[in-house]
């Protein structure tokens, strides 16, 4: 195995590492020596990169979030009118609940374990903030933090659903929240 002299990805590979495991086994079963020899380091780079599981966990959360975030960047940066980004809001739920199911679990592995630890909970308000930024580009501030609650609710639907709806009921709840008064049309 390589130093960290002649491995400069090797913190960046521990933290995918810890989170690879927890969306495979859940993080009650996430350990240091789980985690290095997934990663393909040494047991003592744990210490040496973290002073403990907490940092890590953190970091690797912190990690997924800058991830998740891109994806509505991804999505949301680009259009120039309501109707066109009510389009992005419907693109962004579809990706997300027909996408990775890794990140679909560590998004519930994240937000249990902000509802337990205040840490955390500073995390997912952070997440939570970011996502919020992106929605405001096209959306008034209350607006964005309901579409954000409908983007998350629809996703986890149409991610767990054995017949997921479709595009025009995404595109119809969007519609909803983003039009005065809540009508579409």
Avoid at 1 to 14: C, K, L, N, S, V
Avoid at 18 to 39: F, M, P, Q, T, W
């Amino acid at each position: 195995m390589a130093t960290g002299h002649t491995d400069p990805g090797r913190r960046a590979r521990i933290l995918d590492a810890a989170l690879d495991l927890i969306a495979e086994e859940g993080i009650a079963r996430v350990s240091h020596r789980k985690i290095a020899a997934r990663a393909g380091v040494p047991l003592g780079s744990m210490t040496y990169h973290f002073s403990g599981i907490d940092e890590l966990l953190r970091e690797a959360f912190a990690r997924f979030s800058d991830h998740v975030v891109a994806v509505f960047d991804a999505h949301l940066g680009a259009p120039a009118d309501a109707a066109a980004a009510r389009q992005a809001v419907a693109d962004l739920v579809h990706a997300l609940s027909d996408g990775s199911r890794r990140d679909l679990v560590l998004t519930q592995e994240l937000y249990t374990l902000a509802t337990r630890q205040p840490a955390y909970r500073e995390l997912t308000h952070e997440w939570m903030r970011r996502s919020r930024v992106h929605l405001e580009k096209h959306f008034d501030p209350d607006t964005a933090r309901q579409l954000d609650a409908l983007i998350e609710g629809l996703t986890l639907h149409r991610a767990l659903s054995p017949q997921p709806h479709g595009r025009a009921l995404t595109l119809e709840a969007i519609t909803r929240i983003t039009t005065a008064g809540g009508r579409s049309g």
